[in-house]
Nanobody, 124 residues
């Protein structure tokens, strides 16, 4: 059983940057697709970005294009989400998720394992 551990969240002002990291516990996830999702208070969990195992396919939700960058270092068994020009509407709990079938998806139910999340709060 694999779980994921997210880190790097925090409280920042609008315009600042943060880099989130996601590492697996239990096994490597270098062959899996990985996605980032976020959930704001009172809202459903929404897709942010996803990447396939060899980084050949990368997708972003429209609201973060040009500001967020997803990447992975399989040698370090880590997936990153670099977030720049943060806005208050980016506030939420950020989750990473792994998908054994190496095809990216924007649908949370398509992912097989998850982390506990890391809080990102952007003040205006």
């Amino acid at each position: 059983q694999v779980t994921l551990i997210e880190s790097g969240g925090g409280l920042v002002q609008a315009g600042a940057s943060l880099r989130l990291s996601c590492v697996p516990s239990g096994r490597t996830f270098s062959g899996d697709a990985v996605g980032w999702f976020r959930q704001a208070p009172g809202k459903e969990r929404e897709f942010v970005a996803a990447i396939t195992s060899r980084s050949r396919s990368i997708y972003y939700t429209d609201s973060v294009k040009g500001r967020f960058t997803i990447s992975r270092d399989n040698a370090k068994n880590t997936v990153y989400l670099q977030m720049t020009s943060l806005k208050p509407e980016d506030t939420g709990v950020y989750y990473c998720a792994g998908k054994i079938i190496n095809i990216v998806s924007k649908t949370p139910n398509d992912y097989d394992y998850w982390g506990q999340g890391t809080q990102v709060t952007v003040s205006s």
